[in-house]
């Protein structure tokens, strides 16, 4: 139990995940929720020392209160959970750290019902729309990887069907002004060239989605399975995993942008002055400087977010 009011307002509501996915030690510990009149009595410290913004920490919003062992939400307790939170008195905004994909494919009627709730209580926009975004994991487009380092995280699916899940999912959560932060592992001990190119073939499947997409250097952390094994590293990266890498970048560029810049510059003359000029010549500025460090590549990815 909390003494005092959390950065953010963070209130744990569950801890561990139990998906067992090789990289990651969040996922090998066994999922526990918190119980709701506990949450509620964090909630109610926080607001008394003047939060008004709650940020619902768990591995997965969408698996609170799930006893399935294949991983099948609990839609009722879910609701209740954030209903609760959303009429608790002072708090204004709902933010859930964590969700999965393959619950939103299970329960659409869930994401929907819990949307309408946090669309209310948002933290953030796109351009003038009230939206609600949490962190999920894509990490790879590669049948063949998902079944040897996280066959548990498409679960109660196959990882044969983890690109069907993940376009389903992003449809759903868009059509409920859900817009996903989605992260995705660069250099997974083993990768080839192959299951690279199914990556950027995935990216290709979601270029007209809006997500915010957040390509990640493999690190081997402690405790997880793959704890001894190579982390990636950014001079040694081959022609088709600076694809990727820009790719994302390319995609989030386009999709915020004009939302990042609007929130902060509300002349419109600076603003196209910023978007137009200072941008573009910033990153080609940087690309000419890190291109001399880590060679062309990383100049030539400069150059493309330059004008994207």
């Not at 948002?122 to 894509?138: F, L, R």
């Not at 996280?150 to 992003?170: C, D, N, R, S, V």
């Not at 081959?238 to 609007?262: A, G, P, Q």
């Amino acid at each position: 139990m909390i003494r005092h009011a959390a950065i953010h307002g963070a209130v744990e509501i569950s801890k561990g995940c139990g998906r067992n996915c090789q990289f990651c030690t969040p996922t090998m510990q066994s999922r526990v929720d918190t119980p709701l009149d506990r949450i509620m009595e964090e909630i109610k410290i926080t607001t008394k020392e003047g939060s008004s913004n709650i940020t619902l920490v768990t591995e997965d919003l969408f698996l609170y209160g799930a006893k399935d062992k294949r991983f099948i939400p609990n839609k009722e307790a879910v609701l209740k959970l954030v209903k609760t939170v959303a009429d608790y008195p002072g708090v204004e905004g709902i933010q859930s750290s964590h969700m999965s994909l393959a619950p939103v494919v299970c329960n659409p009627g869930m994401v929907k019902e819990v949307a309408e709730v946090l669309v209310e209580h948002n933290w953030y926009s796109h351009g003038k729309k009230a939206i609600v975004t949490s962190e999920t994991g894509i990490e790879t487009g590669s049948a063949r990887l998902m079944k040897k380092y996280m066959a548990g995280k498409m679960l109660p699916y196959k990882p044969e069907q983890w690109i069907e899940i993940i376009t389903e999912a992003f449809g759903i959560l868009n059509d409920n002004d859900w817009y996903p932060l989605a992260t995705l592992i660069v250099g997974l001990p083993e990768e080839s060239e192959e299951d690279v190119a199914e990556t950027l073939e995935l990216m290709d499947d979601l270029k007209d989605y809006n997500a915010f997409y957040v390509p990640l250097f493999f690190v081997p952390l402690e405790d997880c399975l793959l704890m001894h094994k190579k982390g990636a590293e950014v001079d040694s990266l081959s022609k088709i995993r600076w694809e990727l890498l820009v790719r994302c970048w390319e995609y989030n560029i386009r999709i915020w942008r004009d939302t990042f810049l609007k929130h902060r510059i509300r002349n419109l003359t600076i603003f196209n002055v910023i978007k137009r000029i200072v941008i573009p010549y910033s990153a080609k500025m940087a690309g000419i400087y890190y291109g001399l460090k880590h060679g062309e590549q990383v100049k030539q990815a400069f150059r493309r977010m330059a004008t994207a």
